[in-house]
């Protein structure tokens, strides 16, 4: 049943163990941990001064990932298994363990992290899940410089787009989807994601992600209902491994792997706008669309998720701003709250269609088996009658099933061995008898001397084509047999005999989640009326004495006294941390503007102004995939020369499009518009359209003739230009009337110009 009971994202938070080097520092520990109170608190290097934080959990450094799973992983897990969205995302300063945490070393076993223990769980559950049929997915992506990339691809490199569906929310189109059976198949599945990752080593990390990544593993679970009828729910678990945040100083990044920096900088900046946005109960709207990671996990954060965040610090006196940042954010996201409810009977579960198609196959295999031999080879029978149509269908579910992995183990499969082998012993059986009749009209036929040659002949072809058509319907019957065999064992069942153990260990460890549940509640209550508490000593009392009022009124004023020192020290520390942040973005901006000013430079030089405008009239900004668009782009530029060339591969080493020109060899501009009325042209000094395949060839002094008359090669600056939606030009440059007149005397450059411009 649907549950509409709000709740709070969990917030847990995890310190790792000092490293090697910090040992070898002999770096100071600011970081103390209160387990059974869920305490945190950061000291101030070289000083007393702590910072203190109460959150659902904390694990210290001598956490073993196994107990970390035991409450974190595994309570969303088992509510996955009955039909919920969970996601357990971590998040932190690069080099704190989010990595560890989410993924762990391959080996040993023990230091698995939160997505490999995921894996067991699941498939225990599937083993355990009597009378209830499952279908089980896994998708790997990750997000890289704002691009979403399928881990799982033989092309991981290729961008995905986002979209918007009506119903299901955010998806990512053609992502893919794997079906798997058992544990070590979602094991494949992760390693061949984790070998596809962008990582690169850094000052603070030899191994740090580049990118955020989402491991999720679908669950569909039919079961059928006490009104008789199958229901289909479906549990999504998102595991998230973000890329972390840092700062260019400490982590020495250059080059590209400081553009990703600021890309994964400005995606977590996005995602603590939307955690404020959540947690403001002025603010209604949400900034999800700022960034690809907020958009994707959009429903983990105020949706239909039942979340946990991990955040991740590190113990050491050196990233005290980092780590007291890390736990303000974590605080502000203990505030949100999300709607978890049970997905159920939604439209386009695949194991209905699965179970549908495995009905229908049943069904066809039944009638053949009961039609008997003769059946598959009835005389006459026309084509697309009921054999043909089958065959389309098992096409479209090898179509469904096609990205399935290697299997490893069957749970159980729906269709039982008996069965298999009476169906196979039938074919068999046809087979024998096929043969049989055949030999026996083959004698007849010979035992008749005085028929003609001729017609003897006749009846032997038929008799062949009459076998030859059996055995076709044979094979095909093997066929749809192996299909059904296949698409059974994509859905796995649930062992009919749970054993005792197994259903106590179970229901203890249930017992056992409840029971951490109720103290997590326990705690946000007791958080709530100590605030309540300080609330009340703002509220008039009646005293019974003078010196009781001067008592208490003392004690109350120290106690504002402290919290006014408290919150003096508080809006330091955010000033402090709004003023680095600013430092960072600034850093950012400067970074930005840097690529801005090449841009605009290769603008300036080398595309004629009016051209440019062209360009910036005909592009408009797509909303949904947060690109700029130009219709016909395929037909422009660069990827026209392109083009080109490919049509020069005939061999005589004449250009493929130069077929079309005029007399003296170049290309009639006129006949190529017609021919693609799209095409944009490339640009030479005198003016003319002319292809950009079709340019000069280089002079023998090595430069290209448009070099040598041009004089000025490509360096006319055109300052002070107000391009109509050109952004980021104007700031750069002010008005220069010598400009101008450079201008003019400016050979025109190769750029892009639509066809049929005239100048
Ligand atoms: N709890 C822990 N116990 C033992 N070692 C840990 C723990 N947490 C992290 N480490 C070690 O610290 C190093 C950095 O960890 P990891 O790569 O997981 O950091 P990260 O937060 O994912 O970094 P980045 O954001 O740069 O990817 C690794 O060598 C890892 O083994």
Not at 569 to 592: A, G, K, N, P
Request: aromatic fraction near 4%.
């Amino acid at each position: 049943m649907a549950d509409d009971k709000r709740e709070c994202v969990k917030v847990v938070i995890r310190c790792r163990p000092l490293s090697g080097q910090e040992k070898i520092d002999n770096r100071e520990k600011i970081v103390d941990m209160v387990v059974k109170d869920g305490a945190v608190s950061v000291r101030r290097p070289g000083t007393q001064d702590c910072k203190n934080f109460t959150f659902d959990a904390v694990y210290d450094e001598h956490t073993i990932q196994g107990d970390f799973y035991e409450h974190t992983g595994y309570p969303i897990v088992e509510s996955v298994m009955d039909g919920y969205n969970g996601t357990v995302f971590a998040y932190g300063q690069t080099g704190t363990g989010k990595t560890h945490t989410m993924v762990g070393p391959a080996q040993p076993e023990e230091l698995h992290g939160v997505i490999p223990r995921t894996f067991a769980h699941i498939f225990r559950n599937v083993d355990c899940g009597q009378n209830k049929k499952f279908l089980v997915r896994a998708s790997y992506l990750e997000i890289y410089n704002e691009e979403i990339r399928d881990l799982l691809s033989k092309n991981p490199k290729q961008k995905l787009e986002l979209k918007d569906h009506p119903e299901g929310g955010v998806f990512v189109k053609d992502l893919t989807n794997m079906i798997v059976k058992g544990a070590p198949d979602l094991q494949q599945v992760m390693e061949v994601g984790q070998k596809n990752r962008s990582v690169a080593s850094t000052l603070m990390n030899n191994e740090s992600s580049r990118s955020h990544s989402i491991f999720t593993i679908t669950v569909e679970i039919l079961e059928q209902g006490i009104d008789g009828q199958d229901h289909i729910r479906v549990g999504k678990m998102n595991m998230v491994d973000l890329a972390g945040s840092e700062r260019q100083s400490k982590t020495g990044a250059t080059g590209d792997t400081l553009k990703e920096a600021t890309k994964i900088n400005m995606s977590l900046s996005a995602l603590g706008n939307v955690i404020s946005a959540l947690i403001d109960s002025k603010t209604s709207f949400v900034p999800y669309r700022d960034s690809k990671l907020t958009r994707l996990l959009q429903d983990s954060l105020g949706g239909n998720t039942k979340t946990v965040m991990c955040a991740c610090i590190g113990p050491v006196d050196y990233n005290f701003d980092e780590t007291l940042s890390t736990l303000r954010y974590a605080s502000r996201a203990k505030s949100i709250k999300n709607k978890p409810r049970i997905n159920e009977d939604p439209k386009d579960a695949m194991i209905r269609e699965f179970q549908d198609e495995i009905t229908r196959l049943k069904m066809k295999l039944q009638e053949r088996a009961n039609a008997g031999p003769g059946s598959p080879i009835r005389p006459g029978a026309a084509p697309g009658e009921p054999e043909v149509i089958v065959e389309k269908e098992v096409v479209e579910v090898e179509k469904i099933v096609e990205k399935e992995v290697v299997v490893q183990k069957v749970v159980q499969s729906g269709i039982t061995e008996e069965e298999v082998q009476r169906i196979q012993w039938q074919v068999e059986q046809e087979r024998a008898q096929i043969e049989m009749a055949v030999e026996a009209e083959r004698q007849a036929i010979e035992a008749q001397k005085e028929m003609a040659d001729q017609e003897k002949q006749q009846l032997l072809e038929a008799l062949e084509e009459k076998q030859r058509s059996r055995e076709e319907k044979a094979q095909q019957q093997e066929k749809m047999l192996q299909q059904l065999k296949a698409m059974e064992e994509k859905m796995l069942v649930g062992s009919q005999v749970m054993e005792k153990a197994m259903q106590q260990e179970a229901d203890l460890r249930k017992a056992a989640v409840e029971v951490e549940e109720k103290k997590r509640l326990e705690q946000r209550m007791q958080e709530e009326l100590e605030q309540q508490q300080e609330d009340k000593l703002n509220l008039e009392e009646k005293y019974a004495s003078t010196e009781e009022q001067v008592q208490k009124m003392t004690s109350k004023l120290e106690k504002l006294w402290n919290r006014h020192k408290q919150t003096q020290q508080e809006v330091q520390d955010l000033q402090h941390e709004f003023q680095t942040e600013r430092e960072d973005m600034l850093e950012t901006i400067r970074d930005l503007r840097k690529e801005v000013k090449l841009v605009c430079l290769t603008i300036e030089n080398f595309i004629p102004l009016e051209h440019y405008q062209q360009i910036v009239e005909r592009a408009h900004y797509d909303e949904s995939s947060d690109e700029w668009v130009i219709n016909n782009i395929d037909l422009a530029g660069n990827r026209v020369r392109r083009r080109g060339r490919i049509l020069d591969d005939d061999g005589d080493g004449r250009h493929g499009m130069r077929r079309t020109g005029q007399a003296d060899g170049s290309p009639d501009p006129v006949a190529m518009m017609n021919e693609r009325p799209n095409v944009y042209f490339a640009y030479t000094e005198d003016g003319g359209a002319q292809r950009a395949e079709t340019r000069p060839a280089p002079a023998k002094n090595g430069k290209s003739q448009r070099m040598k008359s041009a004089g000025r090669p490509g360096t006319a600056s055109r300052k002070g230009r107000a391009v109509k939606g050109a952004v980021g030009t104007n700031f750069l440059h002010s008005p220069d009337p010598e400009e101008a007149e450079a201008e003019a005397a400016f050979p025109k450059a190769r750029g892009l110009v639509r066809a049929g411009y005239q100048g």
